[in-house]
Every structure is written in structure tokens, then in C-alpha cells.
């Protein structure tokens, strides 16, 4: 059965630390992988996407991601955490014809000052 | 561009009455547009799949006849939620995949329903 699981729920890093969000899939053919950052009341907001080519990915707002096939990972990792980004990010895997997207069950990430 | 406009950002409703989400694509035709519900500090959680000009497909589970969904041209697919009650209550999201060279899903910026 295709998932993604993200086992962190919650985490908590200060201000200036570095972050790393884990992300783990299971399907069936080669997938494409997201990330999606969602702030309080609002939509969804694409950080990256990999889909193919090199397996280190840059997004939006300094973030990478780094797929692993041999470990069926997609973690997220940023070098230095600023207090904006404190928000539920989501893992996602669709398949290529671009049918419906599999979520994970997301990451709250809070940041102290 | 790839904008999904999605109205209204937030409502309440009285129980027993209907609410109507839109959602419309901008810069695009949506060809196809995905219906998500999220309850509080939850993922999301696919509802339905519309298709411009054919019946929506459902998600087990998903009521049909209370989860109206309309998709009657390219830039333009509704939820109406019908006789609504408090546990209808949520935050509801639409997405229109892009489909090549792009790929990646735009999704609306949501819908916050209360039904007092």
C-alpha cells in the first residue's frame, strides 16, 4: 500500500539551530516526492519537489531535501532555523501522472527565541 | 502563475443549512481538482477527486449526497457542503495538479467551515 509516514510530530528547535524533518514512503513505482509548509489558517505552499535527476533537491525559504531510495527517504533539512518558519509541514508522494497525492501526517515545528 | 483561488476563506452557518466552497483556477484549466478536509492539528485527508464535465469520484467514506461536488467547466469546481451540522465543521482545501512539464499540485488557500 503507498504511504508516507512522518514520525516526528512535534518539534521543537531554537532559533539559529539546524533542522532536519523525516520522511519515509512506500510505493510501488518511482515516485514524486514533495514538501509543503502550511501556517495557521492557511493553504498549502510548496517548499520542493523532486521528481527526478540529482537526488538533493533545493527549495524555498533555504530548505533542501535529500532523496534516499535506498531508504525510501525524503527528509527535509534546513542549515539555520529562523522563528518564521515555526509551522506544520507535510510530506507528500504522488505518482507521475500527477494522480491524487498521498500525505503524511505532518510535522509541527516550533521555534524558540 | 498556477493561482487556485479559493472562496470564502471562512464562514459560519447555521445547522441544516448549505454552504458552497469555490475553488477556480486563475493562470490554468483544472482539468481535474482535489477536495481535501483537515480537522485541527490533522493532515489532510482526500474527500473527492472533481473532473471537468463528469461525476465526481468519492474517497470511502465520503458521503456523496452531503458533499455536493460540481466541476462544470475548466477554471471553476465547487463543494457544496448540504444540510450542514457542527461535525461538518473543518477546514476544507481544493488542489489542481499541473500536470506536464510542471508537475506539482497548486492548492487553494482553504476554507474554514463552522457550523453553529
Known amino acids: 500500500a503507498q504511504s508516507v509516514t512522518q514520525p516526528d510530530i512535534h518539534i521543537t528547535v531554537s532559533e539559529g539551530a539546524s533542522l532536519e524533518l523525516r520522511c519515509n514512503y512506500s510505493?510501488?513505482?518511482?515516485?514524486?516526492l514533495f514538501w509543503y509548509v502550511q501556517s495557521p489558517g492557511q493553504g498549502l505552499q510548496l517548499l520542493l519537489k523532486?521528481?527526478?535527476?540529482?537526488?538533493l533537491v533545493q527549495g524555498i525559504k533555504g530548505f533542501e531535501a535529500e532523496f534516499k531510495r535506498s531508504q525510501s527517504s525524503f527528509n527535509l533539512r534546513k542549515p539555520s532555523v529562523h522563528w518564521s518558519d515555526a509551522a506544520e509541514y507535510f510530506c507528500?508522494?504522488?505518482?507521475?501522472?500527477?494522480?491524487?497525492?498521498?500525505f503524511g501526517t505532518g510535522t509541527r515545528l516550533q521555534v524558540f527565541p | 502563475g498556477a493561482v487556485v483561488s479559493q472562496h470564502p476563506s471562512r464562514v459560519i452557518c447555521k445547522s441544516g443549512t448549505s454552504v458552497k466552497i469555490e475553488c477556480r483556477s486563475l493562470?490554468?484549466?483544472?482539468?481535474?481538482m482535489f477536495w481535501y478536509r483537515q480537522f485541527p492539528k490533522q493532515s489532510l485527508m482526500l474527500m473527492a477527486t472533481?473532473?471537468?464535465?463528469?461525476?465526481?469520484?468519492?474517497e470511502q467514506g465520503v458521503e456523496k449526497d452531503k458533499f455536493l461536488i460540481n466541476h462544470a467547466s475548466l477554471t471553476l469546481s465547487t463543494l457544496t457542503v448540504t444540510s450542514a451540522h457542527p461535525e461538518d465543521s473543518s477546514f476544507y482545501i481544493c488542489?489542481?495538479?499541473?500536470?506536464?512539464?510542471?508537475?506539482?499540485?497548486?492548492f487553494g488557500s482553504g476554507t474554514r467551515l463552522t457550523v453553529v
Open positions: 488542489s489542481a495538479p499541473r500536470g506536464r512539464p510542471n508537475y506539482g499540485y497548486t
Open positions: 510505493y510501488g513505482a518511482t515516485p514524486y
Open positions: 523532486y521528481f527526478s535527476g540529482d537526488t
Open positions: 507528500a508522494v504522488g505518482p507521475y501522472n500527477t494522480d491524487k497525492l498521498i
Open positions: 493562470d490554468f484549466q483544472a482539468t481535474t
Open positions: 472533481s473532473n471537468e464535465g463528469s461525476k465526481a469520484t468519492y
